[in-house]
């Protein structure tokens, strides 16, 4: 049994929320979810740290001995006694009554103990029974706010995708240009930090006429309610549940502001405690030593003034990025100009949308210098997956595609599948006339971690193979990642030098941010690809560049930053071993 990060840190939620609701010490409460963060952060798995000689649990930031003791009995048991306990005495879904807008912990338990609400429903069977207002320390009102505070619940956890919320700061960025006067404007927070998906957004805005640009926010076409209206401080919700907070700042704290609402707040909580300990203070104002203020107009000149150079955004997550920063060495993050082609696509012979020749064109007309086709191979049947024969065919019409070409290449290419078993669904005699060769997972998603792990190991020692495609299968908001062990997955890449893809389509964004960091720190290199399936869907790259970013990747780490050249002999090189 390999248990992950993410269970020590579900677990960990877990146990804060439960702690929470029977009375818990703030104190105890906070430990718990600060542990649950570390955890969920670390870029490489506590099961290994714990298995280290070298390496101590209770080295990790906020990690005691008690917590490192938790941890430990997570990795052996799978479970933890504490969470048994706490569950027994109160329904897990009082954790979800307690996100209710207006009632918090001590009302969720009061309810519990008072009516026998356990979770949204019998909560809302309460409150449509008028029984809530009866228990001492409930109104009439919070019994009418109930029923719309459980269906905000419900809709919680849909984090938005990144490239949805793009298009609505566009739209929304367009609607404020109607405002004169406004010398500044930016979408801090995760959007403005690249993160997969966000939360809410939070825009900056520095404005001669405060009151001008909320009149003008609050009247932007997409907004479905207005929460709040002011000179300073505007709140809407947008479409059906995207909340945009717009805050007015004064030029002279616009760097401090936009520091402070980019987050992430562990990020700035590091940054802060950085700056007490040199004398000074900063706050979304500026920075300041004593009453002088020494920085806040931009947040070059923040970061500056605590001795830093200026960090990228993505990188803002308090993962090292400040003591990398401090000793000069910060990622030089790989970006769009460094890309010089896109390693997978499809066709209209199986499950694409475009010609061959038509995507060949449109990867030319992109600036790449080589583009792969890789499409899928006969299990995935339900698209017309090519047999042996039916890819080879497709190789020499690649093959005459090319004779027409200079600058720019066609990889002969294919992604082939991964049975349950680990073998693939097309021939060796076959891949070795390939390429490129890159694998997935398409069926059978719901093994167990270990088979899962097993079966894209073995792949991965197929000497033909040459990547592995979106390597968890995750569908963001859709489709949770497949059971697998990454760290063993890595491993393995590492060991058969393989490299793993970061698929750049915005619902899979497959490597994630941290699985990145890790593959470069075991110095497996990753490519980021579109996985289009027609000519406009190319346009995905950029999504896949935010993750790699998020993951501090550098032109270095990657495959298709290569040039032809360089990447033939990369290939090559691996056939020969
Ligand atoms: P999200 O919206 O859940 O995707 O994540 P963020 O990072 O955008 O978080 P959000 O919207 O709650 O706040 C935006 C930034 O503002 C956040 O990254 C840090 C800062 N911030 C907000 N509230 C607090 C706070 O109570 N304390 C501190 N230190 N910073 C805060
Ligand atoms: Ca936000
Ligand atoms: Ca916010
Ligand atoms: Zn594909």
Redesign the pocket.
Known sequence: MVVENSDIAAIFDEVADLLEISGESFFRVRAYRNASRVIRDLSRSAAGIEADPEQKLEDLPGIGKDLAGKIREIVNTGDLALRRDLEREYPTGLMDVMKVAGLGPRKAHALFLELGVKDLESLGEAARAGRVKEVKGFGPRTEANILEGIYAVKGLGN?MMWADAEERVRAIMEHMDAVPGISAMEA????R?L?E??????VLVVCDDAGAASERFVSFPGVTRVIAKGPTRSAVVIGDDLQV?LRAVAADSFGAALQ??????A???AL?SMALRKGLKLNEYGVFRDEKKLAGRTEEEVYEALGLPWIPPELRENRGEIRAAFEGGLPRLVSAKDIRGDLHMHTDLTDGRDSLEAMAADARRRGYLYAAVTNHTKRVAMVKGLDDRGLLDSWRAIDRLNEGLDEFHLLKGVEVDILENGALDISDEVLARADFVIASVHYNTNQTRAQMTRRIVKALGNPFVDALAHPTGRKINKRPPYQVNMDDVIAAAARFDVALELNAAPRRLDIDDLACRSARDHGVKVYVATDAHSVSELDYMRYGLNQARRGWLEKGDMLNTLTYRSLRKVLRARDRS
């Open positions: 984090r801090a927070g995760s959007y930090r993160k998906t966000v939360g809410d957004l939070d907070d402070y609402f980019t987050g992430s707040q990020h700035s909580v802060r």
